[in-house]
């Protein structure tokens, strides 16, 4: 065998693994597409009064002052944990019911219902994120204003 031929292999090796070896890298072990992350969404009450909130099969009482808060862990921001709300002020009997499924929405949500689910980006959500992967939202004395008179099936 030719020493040239010998050479030239071994310079084309050398310049084919440099040239592959950080396209390997970036695409085998790298990908974090499959991360799990915890997102946080937080429903502060700040409206003078107790509310009781419910998504889906999660009831909890929020005194003034208190929070509503659900978790999940996922690898994409979904909004908040259900597709339905309810948020009852049981001192006044009235509140908000909002559902994320366009055949369910009844028109008594505090915003437009999709905004309610949806991640925010500033834009669209009502949810400001506070610190990574962290949202939140608060109540204020004007919603009590604006509620909806609910059925007591509601």
Known sequence: MDINNICY???MKKYFFGLLAPF???TCGLDNKN?????????NNETGTLALIAVVD???EVPDGG????TYDETFNFGLCQDSLSIIFTELNNGYSCSGAVMNRNGKCFVEDSNVFMPSDGENG????TRSRFYEY???PELLERAFELPLND
């Open 9 to 11: 292999s071994r310079i």
């Open 24 to 26: 390997f890298m970036m």
């Open 35 to 43: 991360t799990v992350d915890t997102y946080t969404y937080r429903i």
């Open 58 to 60: 999660i009831i909890q």
């Open 67 to 70: 929070f509503f808060e659900c």
């Open 126 to 129: 009502i949810f400001e994120e």
């Open 138 to 140: 608060t109540l204020t």
